[in-house]
């Protein structure tokens, strides 16, 4: 029996690190001035070159390495070592369990980051609305 091992799919752990941030590809081609189609390429490619993972690790709000470095079962471990931590601190032997899942808190956190990403682009594009409008004058 042959063991063959999975190759490093850069491209299908972006598109997993897009998803666990809730993040569309028409979202993540806007934030590298692309379109979805090329996202939709890239995510099926299996190496891309170190100045575009660069520029895709900084839209997706990690680094290079947690790209290079991502699996599912590093990231189950990761929860699971939390939970192990928490439960194993002092706050447990008062009896305080963890009472939120941190995969919820996590994205919460996703969320709050992404709401003020939009919040500032719209002042953004506010700005230069007025601004060409001043130039228009």
Known sequence: MSTLTKPNHIGRKI???RELRDM???ALAQALGTNQQAISLMENS???DDEKLAEVARALGVNVEAIKNFSEENMIN???TFNEAVNNSHFASNNNNCTFNPLDKLIESVDEIKNLYERLLKAE???VEYLEKLLNK
Do not use: D, G, Y
């Open 78 to 80: 990761f929860f699971n």
């Open 24 to 26: 569309k590809q028409e």
């Open 15 to 17: 598109s997993r690190i």
């Open 125 to 127: 594009r506010e700005k």
């Open 46 to 48: 299996e190496t891309i």
